[in-house]
């Protein structure tokens, strides 16, 4: 049988639809359309996939499973590794993992091996009615900070081996940044709900409502007879760019807006919590997030929004399917570019108008690459009198954030380095005994299966640990 | 969930309430604050901790019905519960080597101030406190104050009750007079600690202020509680969740975070009909 040279195509809403609504925007595999992408996959032996997923899912036979229909199988395959099985489908960037080392990708394109996940995720959460199973105890104790993506890994691996496991989440919902952060049109709020219910079947226990650092500190939950703890506890202070004009009204971090959006339900018709809709809106920065907040302001109503980004479209840190999507949604890219200040509004006449204080516009200036920088990119470089002005209403600033301080600054012993990132083992293992962590709180911003791996390699080293006792 | 304990209505706009919430009680110390939401679709709302029962297992609140989040609390009654109630928050109130101290409170600030009053009043420390009202009706925990104070004064705006004018007034004369405190703390609408740093700064003493932005998670994620302190010169950002609530008031930008706090100013006030509606139709 001959090779279709080309992934199947992810069915999508038309993008002049989707630009105004907040459902899904990848549609999802049908079954023959997964069955006959399943086919691609040539099973060969060396299974470099494998090695490019960071929580080693094993690819090649959950495809096998596939291609026999007999999905739940597969199903129990990925969930071997992955505790998050429909959540990675949709976000993950295969394109730089699994998906980056196939073999067939080397003549062809790559199987669609994230697209088959989530086929495979969401296949089992219709038509699968059993509860997941709850192992017995070992009558161990453990205690993970954050319900986000390195926090449910590890309580889900540690729970199936019947450690018993509680979450603590300072927000009032649980799953971290994939309910605040990563909006509903890419990951509905309903699919993880779905993972975490699935957690709590394995008798994970989730508290929210609680700040480690703040309500507790890691010392108390040992004193509470916790042997181990988990820190992940994500993604901290959002940094801005430190040009005039950022304490506007109506500029943002890209945490606040997609938090007002996600978590509080701004996105809804009739929200207790205010943003501000409409009118042109400038994103700026080039990852993940940039992306998130470029079509969440377009589905809330904005007549036009930009993305201001220093580099070229080759060094664009967000996930290519993302930018693809944004790009047919009309999100106006504005490459080699950088904010130099963000302008306000001033009526000379009138030191009351309700005006005053608010964004009026964005003035920036043109780069072009230079000389590689220390991270191998090109830097980019100002071009004299380059400057330009964009009138926009409201500014957002996706530039990263650092680490929370609230945990490191109440807990003594625990190390963390310049960045404020919590300084771990290749294991996990923090500078205190019994304290492991990972996440955006070792790394800095990332990615969420990155997380998950991080979740995992700590699950398992708190697993030897007190295995051990 | 978090049940309402006690409820007291202290003037026609402002409520007091405990709530049962031990792991808050337990931790809690002056100058600290909580977050609330109401309800499932609730949005997120900062206050101050107004006092704490540990063994009870009890945090005090007071807030001003301002919107729609508190009108829908104020709405609760006592055995009725809240969805969420997380904390406490915030760096305490700073009170290591501080004898004599004058606290400024002004409006529903001064449930705020109360319990750093009570705090430096129990150290043993000389309490001068300032209290100001728009007028008589208005006025609260004026008992409270004066159980914790070695001098109290009370204003009002409109002079319908003690001493007519504002709050920078005795402040002042207290100053021209010679006399000296280690340390100012002023807590209440923004305009008023703009004025009463601007009355303490001739005379060099230190002045700090506690404040109350715009906030969502509390915990220092999503920034929308920024505030700018001028620091050597240098514009320098500060997040008052983690990094305050309190800051050194001849550093604070008082007038942009003027300006930034009412940023939904309409939109508030459109829900808040809104919601006075809903109650008045049910």
């Not at chain 1, 998130?292 to 220093?310: K, M, N, P, Q, S």
């Not at chain 1, 991270?375 to 500014?395: A, C, M, Y």
């Not at chain 2, 604050?33 to 901790?49: A, H, N, S």
Request: charged content about 25%; aromatic content about 6%.
């Amino acid at each position: 049988m001959a090779i279709i040279p080309s992934k199947h195509e992810m069915p999508t809403q038309a993008p002049e639809v989707r630009a105004h609504n907040f459902r899904e925007v990848a549609l999802g595999y049908s079954e023959a359309t997964a069955l006959s992408e399943a086919q691609r996959c040539l099973n060969c032996k060396n299974r470099p996939c494998v090695e490019g997923c960071p929580v080693n899912i094993q690819i090649p036979d959950f495809i096998s499973k596939v291609k026999e229909g007999d999905y739940e199988s597969a199903y129990r395959i990925i969930s071997k590794t992955s505790s998050l099985p429909a959540v990675c489908g949709r976000v993950c960037p295969q394109e730089t993992q699994c998906e980056a080392k196939c073999t067939l990708g080397i003549k062809f394109e790559p199987v669609g091996i994230g697209r088959l996940e989530r086929f495979v995720a969401d296949w089992h959460n219709a038509q699968s009615l059993s509860a997941a199973e709850k192992p017995a105890g070992n009558g161990h104790r453990v205690a993970v900070v954050g319900s986000g993506p390195s926090g449910l890994t590890c309580a889900g691996d540690l729970a199936k081996k019947g450690y018993a496991v509680t979450v603590y989440e300072a927000l009032h919902a649980a799953g971290g940044v994939l309910v605040y952060g990563i909006p509903e049109f890419r990951l509905p709020k309903a699919i993880v709900a779905r993972e975490v219910e699935t957690l709590k079947q394995l008798g994970v226990d989730v508290q929210t409502d609680v700040v480690i650092g703040k309500t507790l500190t890691v010392d108390e939950l040992f004193e509470m007879g916790y042997e181990a703890v988990f820190i992940g506890t994500g993604a901290g202070l959002p940094r801005f760019m430190d040009i005039p004009g950022e304490s506007l009204k109506g500029v943002y971090s890209a945490n606040e807006y997609l938090t007002r959006s996600n978590l509080m339900k701004a996105y809804l018709d009739d929200p207790q919590t205010p943003i501000m809709k409409g009118g042109y809106v400038a994103v700026v920065g080039g990852g993940n997030v940039a992306m998130d907040a470029a079509r969440t302001a377009l589905r809330l109503g904005a007549e036009h929004v930009y993305i201001i980004y220093r580099r070229s479209m080759e060094e664009l840190p967000a996930r290519r399917e993302e930018v693809e999507h944004a790009e047919e949604e009309g999100i106006d890219f504005r490459l080699l570019c950088n904010p130099v200040e963000i302008l306000g509004f001033e009526n000379p006449d009138d030191p009351r108008d309700p005006r005053n204080g608010f964004v009026d516009g964005i003035r920036c200036v043109k780069m072009e690459l230079g000389e590689p920088d220390a991270s191998g990119r090109r830097r980019p470089v100002v071009i004299p009198g380059s400057e330009f002005e964009l009138h926009v209403d409201t500014v957002i600033m996706a530039l990263g954030t650092s680490p929370n301080p609230l945990i490191k600054n109440t807990t003594q012993g625990l190390e963390v380095n310049r960045h404020g990132g919590i300084i771990v083992s290749e294991d996990g293992l923090t500078s205190r005994e019994g304290v492991y962590a990972g996440g955006d709180a070792v790394t800095g911003a990332a990615t969420v299966i990155s997380a998950m791996g991080a979740g995992k390699v700590a699950a398992r080293s708190i697993d030897e640990y007190l295995s051990g006792k | 969930m978090y049940r309402i304990v006690r409820k007291k209505v202290l003037n026609p706009t402002v409520t007091q309430m405990e709530i049962e919430a031990p792991l808050v009680a337990r931790k809690a110390r002056p100058g600290q604050f909580i977050i609330l939401r109401v309800d499932d679709e609730g949005e997120r709302i900062p206050l101050t901790v107004a006092g704490t029962d540990a063994e009870e297992g009890t945090v005090k609140i007071i807030f001003q019905i301002v919107g729609s989040t508190t009108e829908r609390l104020n709405h609760k009654d006592e055995g009725e519960t809240i969805r969420d109630f997380v904390g406490p928050l915030g760096m305490p109130t700073r009170t290591e080597s501080i004898k004599k101290v004058c606290i400024v409170g002004g409006g529903v600030g001064c449930a705020i101030a109360m319990p750093v009053a009570q705090e430096f009043h129990r150290l043993g420390a000389e309490v001068t406190s300032i209290i100001g009202f728009r007028n008589r009706d208005l006025l609260i925990l004026e008992d409270e104050f004066r159980a914790c104070s070695d001098r109290l004064v009370v204003m009002t705006d409109d002079g319908s009750y003690a001493r007519q004018g504002n709050v920078t007034a005795p402040l002042k004369e207290m100053l021209e007079a010679g006399e000296t405190f280690d340390e100012i703390i002023t807590i209440g609408p923004l305009v008023m600690m703009k004025f009463v740093t601007l009355t303490a700064k001739p005379f060099g003493v230190p002045v700090t202020a506690s404040m109350n932005p715009i906030m969502i998670d509390g915990t220092g994620m999503c920034g929308g509680c920024r505030l700018t302190l001028n620091q050597d010169g240098r514009r320098v950002t500060k997040f008052a969740c983690v990094d305050g609530p309190d800051f050194n008031a001849y550093e604070i930008d008082f007038d942009e975070a003027m300006s930034r706090c009412r940023m939904y100013f309409n939109q508030e006030r459109r829900a808040h009909e809104q919601t006075c509606n809903l109650f008045k139709n049910a």
